[in-house]
């Protein structure tokens, strides 16, 4: 029976359009592309031989067809989510907790956004927010001590579901009496040879990213010491032991006496990222990653894609 076959994805592209009479507009809730929400919707009215929008220069309209289903659609969308809902409180999970890591010095400003706006928007739930050092750049979610988590990819974390929310340029962190303070940009290339301040070993990739590798050709970085935290970091630099890579919040954030900041001209953007485990995520997580997706998407950043490299041959 072609019923069957119709998805809760097709019904939500539906009643989202519904909403917004307008493609783009729909896309952007969706946290989709415009193209693949219109194909969704012609491959919807195709297998059951029905216009539900009339698109033309002024818009996009509902049919008669619709109009009548839109109703029913909702109330199938909410009974699924009532469902689901039921489930996981069967299932033993506390619907209204969030255990929430954030590795350190990672979106500050949009982490404090965002617990202000879920607590406003949610009193009934209880957030409990974490800080993780360099040693764990997945902030609790390998180990599960957390639900969601605000990172910095790439990180080794199959399994997972993650959306981007901000970008950064990548600014080298110098001691103040080098000889390459004072210019106003550096390239990547201009700091390989530098011995570096860098993560933990178990950071992983991580770890190996910024260490900038990738620009390596193979050739082991000279490792002037191994820091866990930006304020170990920083206090290394200054001492002259090396250089560290960071991000330009970061050098906002950890402006200490005896280190400075110049910006690396040639290397990719670094991205923020709200990751979780699907397994783990109660209701309370479903609100936080919807709030931070909202947030982007007010902001611009909706289609931020993080980098997608492999160090397995490093």
């Known amino acids: 029976m072609a019923g069957a076959d119709v998805t809760l994805r097709q019904f939500r592209y539906f009643v989202a359009l519904s909403e917004e009479l307008?493609?783009?507009?729909?896309?952007?809730?969706?946290?989709?592309?415009?193209?693949?929400?219109?194909t969704a919707i012609k491959q919807l009215e195709q297998q059951f031989h029905v216009r539900l929008f009339i698109r033309d220069t002024h818009g996009v309209v509902l049919t008669d067809v619709g109009k009548a289903w839109l109703p029913r659609v909702r109330e199938a969308l909410a009974g699924v989510d009532q469902a689901v809902n039921e489930l996981k409180v069967a299932?033993?999970?506390?619907?209204?907790?969030?255990?929430?890591?954030?590795?350190?010095?990672?979106?500050?400003?949009?982490?404090?956004?965002?617990?202000?706006e879920f607590e406003t928007s949610f009193p009934e739930m209880s957030i409990e927010a974490t800080e993780f050092d360099f040693s764990d750049p997945t902030?609790?979610?390998?180990?599960?001590?957390?639900?969601?988590?605000?990172?910095?990819?790439?990180v080794d974390l199959p399994g997972h579901q993650m959306v981007t929310l901000e970008s950064e340029h990548w600014v080298a962190c110098l001691p103040v009496d080098h000889p390459l303070v004072g210019r106003e940009q550096l390239s990547i290339d201009d700091l390989l040879a530098e011995p570096i301040i860098c993560a933990p070993e178990s950071a992983g990739v991580w770890r190996d990213y910024w260490m900038a590798m990738e620009h390596r050709g193979g050739r082991a970085p000279i490792i002037g010491g191994v820091a866990a935290t930006y304020e170990s970091e920083m206090t290394m630099v200054s001492r002259g032991l090396g250089i560290s890579f960071t991000t330009e919040s970061s050098a906002r954030l950890y402006d200490r006496p005896g280190v400075t900041y110049v910006p690396i001209g040639d290397r990719p953007l670094s991205y923020v990222a709200m990751a979780w485990s699907p397994e783990r995520l109660t209701l309370a997580g479903e609100a936080l990653v919807d709030l931070a997706c909202h947030d982007a998407a007010r902001r611009g950043n909706a289609e931020l894609k993080p980098p997608d490299l492999d160090y397995s041959s490093i």
Request: glycine share 12%.
């Open 139 to 154: 902030a609790g979610l390998a180990d599960g001590t957390t639900d969601v988590a605000l990172i910095r990819p790439p």
């Open 91 to 116: 299932a033993g999970m506390s619907q209204g907790e969030l255990r929430l890591g954030y590795l350190i010095g990672t979106g500050a400003d949009l982490l404090f956004r965002l617990i202000r």
């Open 22 to 38: 307008n493609y783009r507009r729909a896309a952007e809730t969706l946290f989709i592309t415009q193209p693949a929400l219109s």
